[in-house]
């Protein structure tokens, strides 16, 4: 197989597909690497990991990953194994729910749900276990709420899964030193990253995770069909269904590079392969409409995996980063083999599910600027997202709104951008500029809400009609200025 001298030099090639399953390394050959995790522990009779609906929401498929969290301290990630390709496991450690027991010893987290009787028809159990497992050596303390936010149970209820969570929690800040450290404590303690350019090639198909920037650009360029795989949250369902064939996948998890997020001068510039988990505690504090966002962005699983370049490339109407980044006039760095150019958000959607990506280009990095508007004393901003669920559905409308207000309470900077009622992700901003020079009073809000409610022409379907999102489209608006204290 014909391959530029710069990939050769990175041996990438590989007819063997390794990783380790609970404590054993596995070795395959002649499989498909687009086949999910999900699907090769059915295959291979591990049973304990459930297939719910395979597209990430019900948290059934859940399993422990070993990675590093936002400071770069090993530790245990949970994911839907239903939306991961088995490629992408290569190298790395997995953890399902057959090996937590030690012979007639429960592991904690097992007997917390035991004790507590948080299982009742038992499908959902394994997932429910594996995100608690994955919490209770990535806690600091205490575990987290929304550490099973992306597991549904429909039988028990969760109140009962909660106190086991909060017995948990309470072994987590007053543990027993009598108790010896545990064999996955000890597995974290000797993680090493993998660090090596890895290619998997079937008879039928190829799957490369390069860990540079430039090869993965020559792998692209020698392969311009090639699908590009960030989290893989959304190509994902692709998979889980089998509704496409993908021959060669390029994965960028494994390039530094793609993993930065760093504060500059006037911005921070993020990534575009840094998981939203880690942003969402990496930047914290620092865009309160990101945020808050992050916060309804699907469940742990999914942030776990989830990218905001793969947010982006996928230019679904309704993701729910596009309105905040367009409310924050963010600008997308892409990178080919000709070099480097930044494009403002606002100008990257052209169309549905279209972007002005190129052949051969990816994207590096997403900056967010940290500056004011000139004679700006305060700055109002927000997000806000509707769906039939908390967390984990789709939005019916995701909105995001920055406003800046000089000395004298006037406007003298407007976004307001939306997704969910049109092709793209989009800005109102005929009434943008219009708001310019009016004072921020609950008048100047009410006044512009008729224009707002027609200033967008959404679909009608399941989730809500097209009458309902022009309402949320001026009401959320009111609603933004209300939250921000306006009276």
């Known amino acids: 197989m014909p391959m530029t001298d710069a990939v050769q030099s990175h041996n990438l090639e590989s007819q063997i597909l390794e990783f380790t399953l609970n404590g054993q390394t596995v070795r395959l050959s002649a499989v498909s690497p687009t086949m999910t995790l999900l699907q090769y522990l059915q295959q291979s009779g591990r049973s304990g990991t459930k297939e719910g609906c395979g597209d990430g929401d019900c948290g059934a498929c859940t399993v422990a990953v070993m990675g590093q969290d936002a400071q770069g301290k090993p530790t245990y990630h949970a994911i839907n194994s239903c939306l991961i390709p088995i490629g992408a496991i290569a190298g790395r450690t997995v953890i399902t729910v057959e090996s937590l027991a030690e012979a007639e010893r429960l592991h904690p987290v097992q007997a917390a749900m035991v004790e507590t009787g948080g299982s009742q028809c038992g499908y959902c159990t394994p997932g429910f276990i594996m995100s608690l497992f994955a919490a209770y050596y990535g806690a ?25 969570a909060q017995q948990l929690s309470q072994q987590l800040t007053q543990p027993d030193p009598a108790t010896p450290r545990d064999r996955f404590s000890a597995q974290l303690a000797n993680y090493a990253a993998p660090r090596n350019d890895f290619a998997y090639i079937s008879p039928t198909e190829r799957f490369y995770r390069p860990t540079q920037l430039q090869t993965a650009l020559e792998l692209l360029h020698q392969y311009p069909d090639a699908v590009v795989l960030a989290g893989g949250t959304d190509l994902g369902l692709d998979l889980s269904h089998r509704r496409r064939s993908f021959p060669t996948i390029i994965a ?99 169309g549905y599910r279209k972007t002005v990506l190129q052949p051969g280009e990816l994207i590096r990095s997403i900056e967010i600027p940290t500056t004011l508007t000139p004679e700006t004393t305060q700055r109002h901003s927000q997000s806000y997202k509707i769906g039939k669920r908390g967390t984990d559905d789709i939005s019916i409308v995701a909105a995001a709104f920055t406003i800046d207000l000089d000395a004298h309470n006037t406007i003298v900077h407007a976004r307001l951008a939306y997704g969910g009622v049109a092709a793209t992700p989009i800005r109102a901003i005929a009434i943008e ?18 224009r707002l409610h027609d200033c967008f022409t959404p679909l009608s379907d399941l989730r809500g009609s097209a009458h309902y999102r022009k309402t949320l489209v001026a009401n959320l608006f009111e609603k933004f200025f209300i939250d921000m204290g306006g009276r």
């Open 433 to 450: 500029q219009d708001l310019i020079g009016q004072p921020w009073t609950r008048e100047t809000v009410r006044a512009c809400k008729p």
């Open 140 to 164: 600091d303390g205490a575990i987290p709420d929304e550490t099973v936010e992306g597991n549904l149970c429909r039988c028990t209820g969760y109140l009962p899964i909660r106190r086991a």
């Open 252 to 350: 960028l998890e494994a390039i530094p590079e793609l993993q930065e997020i760093q504060q500059l001068e006037n911005s921070f510039s993020i990534g575009a392969s840094v998981s939203l988990s880690h942003l969402k505690t990496k930047l914290h504090g620092y865009f309160p409409s990101l945020d808050e966002m992050l916060v309804w962005f699907a469940a742990q699983q999914v942030r776990n995996r989830a990218t905001m370049g793969g947010n982006l490339a996928t230019a679904s109407p309704i993701g729910d980063l596009p309105p905040v980044l367009l409310a924050l006039d963010a600008i997308v760095e892409l990178v080919s083999l000709d070099g480097v150019r930044r494009v403002p958000i606002a100008e990257f959607f052209t």
